[in-house]
């Protein structure tokens, strides 16, 4: 499983974001999809999941309200639509995924590259 996330920079408070992470896999659709992020200086955190069937999301209550997961299977992409970003949202952010069938659990098994999200005040 590979992971391609892009999409990151350097925007000011109260902005937007959209992250894009392209799975090179067979069988995406199958796949429970997250991100994850680590804040400079801290230990990696969850943002965001969504299952296989699109039916069902997560939030950390952190981002709950202002960001937004979906996946489009037709593509192998998972989305992150980031908006009303704070400086707390700076960070590197990681696109992951499990074997099927687990759900995101707090130790991913596969992650992609991370991509650096900076947030100005």
């Known amino acids: 499983v590979q992971l391609q996330a892009s999409g990151g920079g350097l925007v000011q408070a109260g902005e937007s974001l959209r992250f894009s992470c392209a799975a090179s896999?067979?069988?995406?659709?199958?796949?429970?999809m997250g991100w994850f992020r680590r804040p400079p200086g801290k230990e990696r955190e969850f943002v965001a999941a969504?299952?296989?069937?699109?039916?069902?999301?997560y939030y950390a209550d952190s981002v709950k309200g202002r960001f937004t997961i979906s996946r489009d299977n037709a593509k192998n992409t998972v989305y992150l639509q980031m908006n009303s970003l704070k400086p707390e949202d700076t960070a590197v952010y990681y696109c992951?995924?499990?074997?099927?069938?687990?759900?995101?659990?707090?130790?991913?098994?596969?992650w992609g590259q991370g991509t650096q999200v900076t947030v100005s005040s």
């Open positions: 969504i299952s296989w069937s699109r039916d069902t999301t």
């Open positions: 896999v067979r069988t995406f659709s199958s796949h429970a």
């Open positions: 992951v995924t499990e074997r099927p069938p687990k759900g995101i659990t707090i130790n991913p098994e596969y």
